[in-house]
């Protein structure tokens, strides 16, 4: 507990910090660490485009299909094993670096693979890269923020997968039109195979440029400073943070908060992650982590083509229509900022979630009753979209800031592996089933199931998540602890 004297002295530093934070810089390192958010989404939402190409080009079946989109996911749940555990030891940074090597050794990779079986080895090296940043570019953001604009900045990261997903999703589209007109004329014979007879290369192989342009970023910012001060280098903590925070007597206020903390528990790691209170936050993140996979919303960033050539539409259409879904995601994950640190972070999951079991349900009825009533297929067009606005406007925008800022200092880079895995091993999973749910228990039976998923998320939100809008880092944990 604070005496008098902290107190006041708590109320003259937050006083002094609205004057003098460096927002500026706050939004530099935000924006870089974020990138890795744009090479998440881009990995991501790549391969709703090449999935027909792929399947044709190697006769898969739909065991193997699945397996070339969850390939990267088993990537992925490696890589948030190793993600937490790396940080913690080596640091946010030296990790993020990382992650932008296994990115670009991907992007080229699948580009020249001579077989299915070096296709899939590249994606999972890539799914590794997905799996790292997906724990340490959110993680590192938390750290270097404040707590007034914290949610803000975090889900920078969230607006960055949405801006891979739609950049995805456009380098899709225009690489199949311009195989069709255009890449014929190329001389190279490998830049013909890439860019004209094989275009779904060229559409996995132009995420390297990204990658290598993150790489290279990265060496502009500095090591997170509650990872610092956790390993006892407090000058240069006390530089970063005082230049965050414009005002060295603020910074040394930040770093002695942190400081009490970070040295309080000298247990292990894992010993620390068992207490009753770190442990029930840990059990929280893996509920929410793994259920919000099987609300539908990979499922429809993954298959999304698919499912639209099935209603109707044609291949050309269904890629051009999976590019307004991508922009919608992107304009409300805009929106979702604008309004996460004043709405607050469960407000937005209750209203989010009720539109997204709506929504499901209506999808489910196009595909039950559709055909049989003559609505047009413009009418699963839309509810699509309302879907995606609705996925974006919550769960999507708010998983990442509440995992990155759940945990304390000692165990968040591990909790949030764990919780970052059990995620993962979701995401995987609906990767590989959702082509068996969609012939066996048709798309209308899927999206139900979808919505049903929808409950158990929202109730736990309500009941034993606390509201963690404009709390620190620090009044989070000892929240947990209480």
Not at 216 to 245: C, D, G, T
Request: include cysteine.
């Amino acid at each position: 507990m604070f005496d008098i004297y902290d107190q006041c002295k708590l109320v003259t530093n937050k006083s002094a910090m609205k004057s003098t934070i460096n927002i500026g810089y706050v939004i530099f390192l935000s924006v870089i660490a974020s990138l890795g958010g744009f090479l998440f989404g881009y990995d991501t939402a790549v391969i709703s485009g090449t999935i027909a190409q792929v399947t044709f080009l190697f006769s898969l079946d739909t065991i193997q299909q699945g397996w070339f989109v969850g390939c990267a996911l088993v990537g992925s749940i490696i890589g948030v094993l190793c993600a937490g555990v790396l940080s913690d030891k080596f640091g946010r940074k030296k990790t993020m670096i990382l992650s932008a090597i296994l990115f670009s050794i991907s992007g080229i990779g699948c580009a020249i693979s001579a077989s299915f079986d070096q296709l899939v080895f590249y994606r999972i090296i890539g799914g590794v890269g997905i799996g790292v940043v997906s724990i340490i570019s959110p993680l590192y953001i938390s750290e270097v923020s404040i707590s007034k604009y914290r949610g803000r900045f975090v889900s920078l990261y969230q607006l960055t997968i949405t801006i891979g997903f739609l950049g995805a999703y456009l380098v899709n589209y225009w690489l199949l039109q311009y195989s069709l007109v255009g890449a014929e004329n190329l001389s190279h014979p490998l830049l013909l195979k890439i860019f004209h007879i094989e275009a779904w290369r060229g559409m996995l192989g132009m995420e390297s440029l990204p990658a290598l342009f993150f790489l290279l970023v990265i060496f502009f910012i500095p090591e997170s400073p509650r990872w610092l001060i956790l390993k006892r280098q407090e000058k240069p903590a006390l530089r970063i943070l005082q230049r965050i925070y414009g005002s060295k007597e603020v910074a040394e206020f930040e770093l002695s908060q942190t400081r009490q903390v970070a040295i309080a528990e000298t247990k292990s790691e894992w010993r620390l992650i068992l207490k009753p209170g770190i442990f029930k936050a840990v059990l929280i993140g893996v509920a929410i982590a793994i259920l919000g996979q099987f609300m539908g919303v990979n499922a429809v960033l993954y298959y999304g083509p698919t499912i639209f050539e099935s209603s109707g539409f044609s291949g050309g259409d269904s890629l051009f229509y999976q590019v307004l879904v991508g922009m919608v995601n992107m304009l409300t994950t805009l929106l979702a900022i604008a309004i996460i640190d004043k709405v607050g972070r469960k407000k937005m999951i209750y209203y989010g979630v009720s539109g997204m079991v709506i929504t499901l349900l209506f999808i489910a009825f196009y595909f039950i009753k559709g055909k049989e009533l003559g609505i047009s297929n413009i009418f699963l067009l839309v509810c699509f979209l309302a879907y995606i606005f609705c996925c974006a406007i919550s769960i999507c925008a708010v998983i990442w800031v509440l995992l990155s800022e759940m945990y304390p200092i000692k165990v968040r880079g591990l909790a949030m592996s764990i919780a970052g895995f059990s995620l993962w091993v979701g995401t995987f999973l609906i990767g590989q089933l959702t082509p068996w749910m969609l012939k066996n228990i048709t798309p209308g039976g899927t999206f139900i199931l979808f919505a049903v998923m929808c409950v158990p998320y929202i109730l736990i939100i309500w009941k034993l998540v606390p509201e963690t809008t404009g709390k620190s880092l620090e009044e989070i944990e000892k929240m947990w602890e209480k």
